[in-house]
């Protein structure tokens, strides 16, 4: 048997952690995101958005809302630019592991869309220009991930 989850946001509470570090990157992954939830029958209501200094704050928050279990799932939103220093190596490795073990450790979906780019151009076109939005692409990630937890009782 084959399952594929719905996309469908009715009656999901989602949570949002979004850095505002490239706030001019991730406001665009923030608004384009709930836009989505929205179009696939989230309420306004049922969205939190939680606002963290920069990237690296992100798996914090995550874990103390999962530890209070408010949402169905989480997405996590953020820019990591490369600049000259290896900042940016340690920041995104340390997010993306961490994620992944808060992912497996809760069993709550977080979908990754945590843009990491060589340049703000290339963050730029990953949120909104002709790369697409990471930030809708995550929210209807997250939704088809509910869906098929809910579908496939697994």
């Known amino acids: 048997m084959e399952y594929i989850g719905e996309v469908s946001g009715k009656g999901k509470k989602i949570g949002i952690v979004a850095s505002r570090f490239n706030e001019f990157v991730t406001e665009r992954l923030v608004k384009e995101a709930i836009e989505e939830l929205i179009q696939h029958g989230v309420t306004t209501e049922n969205i939190d958005v939680y606002k963290v ?16 279990k408010l949402h ?31 992912n497996l450790d809760y069993g709550v979906p977080i979908v990754f869309g945590i843009i990491t780019a060589d340049t703000m151009d290339d963050a730029v076109e990953r949120a ?27």
């Not at 900042?87 to 490795?93: N, W």
């Not at 939005?133 to 509910?146: M, P, W, Y």
Request: no cysteine; glycine share 14%.
């Open 53 to 68: 200094p920069g990237s690296f704050e992100i798996p914090l928050i995550l874990k103390h809302l999962l530890e209070k």
């Open 72 to 102: 169905d799932g989480y997405i996590a939103l953020g820019a990591v630019i490369r600049g000259d220093t290896p900042h940016f190596e340690y920041i995104a490795g340390e997010v993306s592991r961490s994620i992944g073990r808060l």
């Open 128 to 154: 909104g220009g002709k790369k697409g939005n990471k930030g809708r692409d995550a929210a209807r990630t997250l939704l088809e991930i509910l869906g098929l937890l809910e579908k496939s009782h697994i």
